[in-house]
């Protein structure tokens, strides 16, 4: 029954992880500029594959996140304190930042209309799957001690993916009902969101520290040495 459980809150966990750094409705404005001109069909084609590469950058990070942070000396401690600052960071900048318009002059739209192909880049990566995205899906790893977590943290991931292409393929109803105002407002609401799951990554990760038993065996062991 316990491992039943451990399986939801990892999906759950997951999706609200996830979620908030996606913000798939306050990418809708963003959406709608890039694949500006593109027929109805051919928007909704570059939106599959854009989830589906999302779906599979992030998997990767998941998968091989283990293999880097071993190969570079990472701990998970660490691991989680630069997770949660990179999160923190963005969720700040998206709580503070000033409304943006989104003009015919916007450079993502200008390189998204020279390209034929939209759905990796700009959509995918850095859109969908950005730098938060991937960190916080590398600082699951530490979460995962079997393989059925990972079956978890990716059914997570997949869930999210299909939230995010349901999202945007009614992105051009969404913003009509919503407007302007309400995407800004929204988009402070999940800057606050994401600022307030960077700053528990980085507690999790002091505590971690903290509570390392080699770390405490060595203050205990200078405290009880015998004084010269």
């Known amino acids: 029954m316990q491992n039943v459980n451990h399986f939801w809150e990892l999906i759950l966990g997951t999706i609200i992880a996830l979620l908030p750094l996606i913000n798939p409705l306050a990418s809708a404005p963003s959406f709608l500029a890039i694949t500006e001109g593109d027929s109805h069909e051919r928007r909704q084609e570059q939106l599959r594959h854009a989830c589906m590469y999302m779906v599979v950058i992030l998997v990767g990070f998941l998968v091989g996140g283990t293999f880097i942070m071993g190969f570079f000396g990472i701990s998970i401690p660490g691991l989680r304190i630069a997770g949660g600052l990179l999160v923190a960071g963005i969720g700040s900048t998206m709580l503070m930042a000033m409304p943006v318009e989104h003009t ?105 520290i903290v509570t390392d038993p080699e770390l405490l065996n060595a203050i205990r062991s200078a405290i009880t040495a015998p004084k010269v």
């Open 104 to 208: 015919g002059d916007d450079p993502a739209r200008r390189a998204a209309r020279a390209k034929r192909d939209v759905s990796f880049s700009p959509l995918a990566m850095p859109m969908l799957s950005g730098p938060g995205a991937i960190a916080v899906t590398v600082g699951f790893t530490s979460l995962a001690t079997q393989w059925l977590d990972y079956v978890a943290i990716i059914l997570g991931i997949i869930t999210v993916a299909i939230i995010t292409y349901v999202t945007l393929s009614l992105s051009e109803r969404v913003v009509t009902v919503i407007g302007t105002n309400g995407m800004n407002a929204l988009s402070k609401v999940m800057g606050f969101l994401i600022l307030c799951i960077g700053i528990q990554f980085v507690v999790n990760g002091v505590r971690g």
